[in-house]
T-cell receptor, first 118, second 111 residues
Framework: DTEVTQTPKHLVMGMTNKKSLKCEQH?????MYWYKQKAKKPPELMFV???????INESVPSRFSPECPNSSLLNLHLHALQPEDSALYLC?????????????????FGPGTRLTVL | GNSVTQMEGPVTLSEEAFLTINCTYT??????LFWYVQYPGEGLQLLLK?????DKGSNKGFEATYRKETTSFHLEKGSVQVSDSAVYFC??????????FGQGTELSVKP
């Protein structure tokens, strides 16, 4: 199984709602990632988990709250979002984090959740 | 800091034309390099990779060679198909889980 799955595929929410995005992988990977992507732009890294511990938080606003319940699952909890948060949210996983530039950090991406904030 | 520069798109080609998408990088060392492809409405898929100088990555008829002298990793395909229409991202491994992406190049192949 070389697939990363994400649910839901589409999500529309109001600025006062609370919702969650889910991501799952069964490749035995120990690193998982959340990215935000605007149309035709490169993905922007939000969070990295390594062995279920938060390793990187790229100064993401607190209205986004990640959670890694176990090595296969990654959630992103959303609360009080703004319309500018509308985007494609991508989850990815890799075997492990590499320390230097030369490591093979091949990341496997899910299909994404298309989020619209009204 | 480390960075990746890709040729700007969109690129429009006729079916069976030759494709080159230029990618150059700036890095303090010798990073692993990747090409990812994103088809409409989908997530990113790894197309090919190279982990050291002079390595050639290849997949689905696409090729790219890691050129240390010119700090480049240009993507090529000898004969494109309509199904190759997508956005292509060049990326380098910065370590610690971070990939540095180029801005992306949109390819449109017309029959």
């Amino acid at each position: 199984d070389t697939e990363v799955t994400q649910t839901p595929k589409h999500l529309v929410m109001g600025m006062t709602n609370k919702k969650s995005l889910k991501c799952e992988q069964h490749m035995g990977h120990r690193a998982m990632y959340w990215y935000k992507q605007k149309a035709k732009k490169p993905p922007e890294l939000m969070f990295v988990y390594s062995y279920e511990k938060l390793s990187i938080n790229e100064s993401v606003p607190s209205r986004f709250s990640p959670e890694c319940p176990n090595s296969s699952l990654l959630n992103l909890h959303l609360h009080a979002l703004q319309p500018e948060d509308s985007a494609l949210y991508l989850c990815a996983s890799s075997q492990a984090l590499t320390r230097g530039l030369a490591g093979d950090n091949e990341q496997f991406f899910g299909p994404g959740t298309r989020l619209t904030v009204l | 800091g480390n960075s990746v520069t890709q040729m700007e798109g969109p690129v429009t080609l006729s079916e069976e034309a030759f494709l080159t998408i230029n990618c150059t990088y700036t890095a303090t060392g010798y990073p692993s390099l990747f090409w990812y492809v994103q088809y409409p409405g989908e997530g990113l898929q790894l197309l090919l990779k190279a982990t050291k100088a002079d390595d050639k990555g290849s997949n689905k008829g696409f090729e790219a060679t890691y050129r240390k002298e010119t700090t480049s990793f240009h993507l090529e395909k000898g004969s494109v198909q309509v199904s190759d229409s997508a956005v292509y991202f060049c990326a380098l491994n910065e370590g610690g889980g971070k990939l540095i992406f180029g801005q992306g190049t949109e390819l449109s192949v017309k029959p």
